[in-house]
C-alpha cells in the first residue's frame, strides 16, 4: 500500500464558484469547490461530463470564456521566488500578467487532444523551444539543444530530426508526448493534465500515464490529473475528488474512495463500470441524468437520482461531513440522525475482489524477492 | 453447430486505394458467429474492427471473400432481393449519435425511416404505434416523438440509435463503439438495454469497440484484430484468461483496472511486431482447441505457448 506523506500545500483552491451568462440564463457551472493539491502528490478530479471538472483547473491557468464570471473563491498558490517563499492568489491576476509569471513556467497544462493543442504550421521545435525561450531566457540555440533532450527524455526515437518535423507527421500517441515535452520544458511546479489519454488507445495510454508518472516522480512536480475513467484515476491518482453537478461531493486518497467509498454517487459510478470480473447479468445503472444546472438547485443535487435520497435532501444542501483526516463526504447519509445505509453488496464484492488481488500480489512479490 | 451459425465471414478482403498505394485494412479474416450470441471485436485504431462491420453491412464494397447471413450469400453483387434481404436482417447502431441522426428530422420520421423504405405499415396510425411501442421500449416515452436530435441528450440520442436500428426487427446488430462516447453512467444504462433486447428477441450482436472491460461483459466470443488481421480469437474465457499472441497480452496488461493497490505497480507488456519480426501474412490459423484460433507460423504459436 501507498504511503501518504503530505507534503506542504502548493495549490489551494477554496469554495470557488463559476457561472455562465448564457441565452437561457445563469448557469451556476461551478457551485463551491475546494480542494489541496500537495507538493509532489497526484490530485485526480473525476466526474460526468458538464461537471465542471475542465472548468476548475482552466480557472487555475486563467482560460476563461467571455460569458463567465468568478462569484467567489481564490485560488492560492505558493511558490519560491529568489529564495523567498510567496503566497498568492491568482484569481485576482489578470489574464495578461498570469501568462507573463505562470502560465507554462509555473503551471503548465496538457489537453485532451494532441493535435488541436500543437500549432501544425509551426515546427516541433519552434513550439518546444518557444516557451524556454521566452520565459527562461533561453537562447535559440541552447533552447534548441535542451529540446532534442526533452524529446529524448520523453521517449521519441531520434529526437534530433524529430525537431524538424511537423505535428501531421506523428501519431497520436508521439505528439502527446511532444505535447508533455513542451509543458514540461520550463520545469514547472504544476502540470495539469485535462484527459490526456482519452483521445488515445489503451496500449499507448498506459504508455503516456507511465511516461507521466516518471516525469512526475524525476521532478517532483504536483499534479491535477482530470478524467472520467476510473481505472486510470486508480493508476495514477493519491488523492481523488469526485465532482457532480459543479460540487465535489467525495473526496479521499485513492485508497478510501475505492476501498470504502461513502457517497451513493461514488458507489454508482463504481459499479457502472464492469471490471474484468464482473459476471452478474446487469449492470448497475445511475437512473436518469445530471441536473440541469440552468436552474437553481434545491437541496442535493444527486438526490433525484439517488435511491438512498431522504426526505431532506430535497429540501437542504448536505453539508461536507469529515470522515478521517482525508476523507470528506457531501452526503446526509453521514449525519449521525440517518437510518444507517450499507455499501450495495455487489460493491463490497468488488472490493473484497480487490484486496484479495492485492494480497495474492503481495505474496507473489515477497516469493520473488525471497 | 453448422445450422446455428448466424453470420459466417470467409476471407473477408477489404482494401482502399489511394493514389498508387493500396491500403489493405482488412486482410483475409475468417470468423463466425453463432445466433444468439455476442462477438467481440477489439484492437488499436486503425486496426480494420470498423472497417469490417462497414463491408458486412455493405456500407463499403468489400474487395473479395464471401459473407453469409443465416444461410443466404449477402456479398459480390447486390440485387434489389439481396438489399431488402440484407436490412431487413441486419442493422447497425454508431458511435456518435448526434452525426449519424439526422438533425433536420423528427424522432418519429428518424424511427420509422426503415418502415417507410419497406412499406412495413397499413396506414399512419400503425407506424405511429409501432414506433411509439419502440420507443418506450428504449426508455424514452411517446411524446418525445415529435421532437429533434439536439433537444436529447447523448444517452437519449444513443437510444433513438438503438431504437431506429431494432424497429426494423434484425437479427444482427452490428453496434460499433456505440458506448464509447457516453458518460459511465449512462454506458451502463444503454448496455442494460442491449442485453434485455437480446435476450427478450434473440438478437446476435457484433460488438466494436475499445474498451475491454466492456467487451469481456458484453460478449461471448472476442476477435483481436491488429493491422487487419485476426491475430487471436476465442471465447472470451480463452482470451482473457489464456491468451498466447503477445499483442492480446500487451493490450490485455494496458487495460486500467479500478484498483488502486494494484493499479499503480501493474507492468505493462510491450509489442513491437517489428521487433519481434512477426509477419502477419506469412502466419496461419492454429487452432489450438475448437474456438481458440491464433495466427502465426508454427514456430511463432510453439515458442508463444512455451510462455
Known sequence: ?370 | MENNTLLEVKNLKQYFKSGKTTVKAVDDVSFKIKKGSTFGLVGESGSGKSTIGRAIIRLYDPTDGEVILGGKEVSGKMTAEKKKYLTSKMQMIFQDPMASLNPRKKVIDIVAEGLDSNHLYKNRKEREEKVFAMLERVGLNHEQAGRYPHMFSGGQRQRIGIARAMIMEPELIIADECISALDVSIQAQVVNIMKDLQKERGLTYLFIAHDLAMVKYISDYIGVIHLGHFVEMGTKEEIFEHPVHPYTKSLLSAIPEPNPLTEPTKKLITYDKAKEKVDYSAGTNHFLSENHMVLGTDEEVARWMAV
Not at chain 1, 121 to 143: F, N, P, V, W, Y
Not at chain 1, 293 to 320: C, M, S, T
Open chain 1, 1 to 370: 500500500m501507498k504511503e501518504i506523506n503530505y507534503g506542504e500545500p502548493i495549490l489551494e483552491v477554496k469554495n470557488l464558484s463559476i457561472s455562465f451568462r448564457t441565452s437561457a440564463g445563469n448557469l451556476n457551472a461551478i457551485r463551491g469547490v475546494s480542494f489541496t493539491l500537495h507538493k509532489g502528490e497526484t490530485v485526480a478530479i473525476v466526474g460526468e461530463s458538464g461537471s465542471g471538472k475542465s472548468i476548475t483547473v482552466k480557472s487555475v491557468m486563467g482560460i476563461e470564456s467571455s460569458n463567465q464570471k468568478i462569484n467567489d473563491g481564490e485560488i492560492l498558490y505558493t511558490f519560491s521566488e529568489k529564495g523567498k517563499k510567496k503566497t498568492v492568489d491568482l484569481l485576482k491576476f489578470s489574464k495578461r500578467d498570469k501568462i507573463a509569471r505562470f502560465n507554462g513556467q509555473r503551471i503548465a497544462m496538457i489537453f485532451q487532444d494532441p493535435m488541436t493543442a500543437l500549432n501544425p504550421l509551426l515546427s516541433i521545435g519552434d513550439q518546444l523551444t518557444e516557451g524556454m525561450i521566452r520565459h527562461l531566457k533561453m537562447s535559440k540555440k541552447d533552447a534548441w539543444k535542451r529540446g532534442i533532450e526533452l524529446l529524448d527524455e520523453v521517449g521519441i526515437p531520434n529526437p534530433t530530426l524529430c525537431m524538424e518535423n511537423y505535428p501531421h507527421q506523428l501519431s497520436g500517441g508521439m505528439r502527446q508526448r511532444i505535447v508533455i515535452a513542451i509543458a514540461l520544458s520550463c520545469n514547472p511546479d504544476i502540470l495539469i493534465c485535462d484527459e490526456p489519454t482519452t483521445a488515445l488507445d489503451v496500449t499507448i495510454q498506459a504508455k503516456i500515464l507511465d511516461l507521466i508518472k516518471t516525469m512526475q516522480e524525476k521532478r517532483g512536480i504536483s499534479v491535477i490529473f482530470i478524467t472520467h475513467d476510473l481505472g486510470v484515476v486508480a493508476k495514477v491518482a493519491d488523492y481523488v475528488c469526485v465532482m457532480y453537478a459543479g460540487k465535489i461531493v467525495e473526496r479521499g486518497t485513492a485508497e478510501e474512495i475505492y476501498l470504502k467509498p461513502r457517497h451513493p454517487y461514488t458507489w454508482g459510478l463504481l459499479l457502472a463500470l464492469p471490471t474484468l470480473d464482473t459476471t452478474s447479468d446487469r449492470l448497475y445503472a445511475i437512473p436518469g441524468t445530471p441536473p440541469n444546472l440552468l436552474k437553481k438547485i434545491v437541496g442535493d443535487a444527486f438526490a433525484p437520482r439517488n435511491r438512498y435520497a431522504l426526505n431532506i435532501d430535497y429540501e437542504e444542501e448536505p453539508p461536507e461531513y469529515q470522515i478521517s483526516e482525508s476523507h470528506m463526504v457531501r452526503s446526509w447519509l453521514e449525519n449521525p440522525q440517518a437510518p444507517i445505509v450499507e455499501i450495495p453488496e455487489e460493491l463490497q464484492e468488488r472490493i473484497m475482489v480487490m484486496l484479495d488481488k492485492s494480497s495474492a500480489e503481495d505474496i507473489r512479490e515477497s516469493s520473488v524477492a525471497s
